[in-house]
T-cell receptor
């Protein structure tokens, strides 16, 4: 069966520090991968998605970036965190392309920027 | 572009009462529809989905949703809620034959009181 991992589970970082959040998927090949941010009262905001290694689509201009160095690994990064980057970050995956495939979510990372 | 509206941000109910969480969408093409549930500090879990066929879909824990094409709605219902149903519920749409993205509503927080 497929599983999705995210780490760390919680993170407290000072403003201006770098960020690296990692997501890995097991039990599937060539998944679509997604990064979302969930801020209080604002629902889920899609940040990036990827349909293959090295292919990243950005949804919202910001100081975050994403990379997909391996088929089942998705990394969210920032060089300098802002207070507004605080939130709950969720990674998700789905099968293939073009189909009625639901997304499966990881457990999330709670990021607090102070 | 498609959008999803969840009309109620918070819904308080008493245990064993019926509940309806409303979801309306707008799209110029056919869509797939999903309901996700999120328990505190966890990722999202798929509750049920409508892809095609019967417009009434059911989950294993007693929830059901009905796709109404003319009203562009996909309301979630349960005839008798439990304390354990307390969570946030998200409605989402995906374009048929479109991009790999899900568009989410802002969520409805269901609180079941004893």
């Amino acid at each position: 069966s497929q599983t999705i991992h995210q780490w760390p589970a919680t993170l407290v970082q000072p403003v201006g520090s770098p960020l690296s959040l990692e997501c890995t998927v097991e039990g599937t090949s060539n998944p679509n991968l997604y990064w979302y941010r969930q801020a209080a009262g604002r629902g889920l905001q899609l940040l990036f998605y990827s349909v293959g290694i090295g292919q990243i689509s950005s949804e919202v201009p910001q100081n975050l970036s994403a990379s997909r160095p391996q088929d089942r690994q998705f990394i969210l990064s920032s060089k300098k965190l802002l207070l507004s980057d605080s939130g709950f970050y969720l990674c998700a995956w789905s099968e293939g392309s073009g189909g009625a495939y639901e997304q499966f979510f990881g457990p999330g990372t709670r990021l607090t920027v102070l | 572009a498609q959008s999803v509206t969840q009309l109620d941000s918070q819904v308080p109910v008493f245990e064993e009462a019926p509940v309806e969480l409303r979801c309306n969408y707008s799209s110029s093409v056919s869509v797939y529809l999903f309901w996700y549930v999120q328990y505190p500090n966890q990722g999202l879990q798929l509750l049920l989905k409508y892809l095609s066929g019967s417009t009434l879909v059911k989950s294993i824990n007693g929830f059901e949703a009905e796709f109404n094409k003319s009203q562009t709605s996909f309301h979630l219902r349960k005839p008798s809620v439990h304390i354990s149903d307390t969570a946030e519920y998200f409605c989402a749409v995906k374009l048929q034959g479109g991009s790999e993205k899900l568009v989410f509503g802002k969520g409805t927080k269901l609180t079941v009181n004893p």
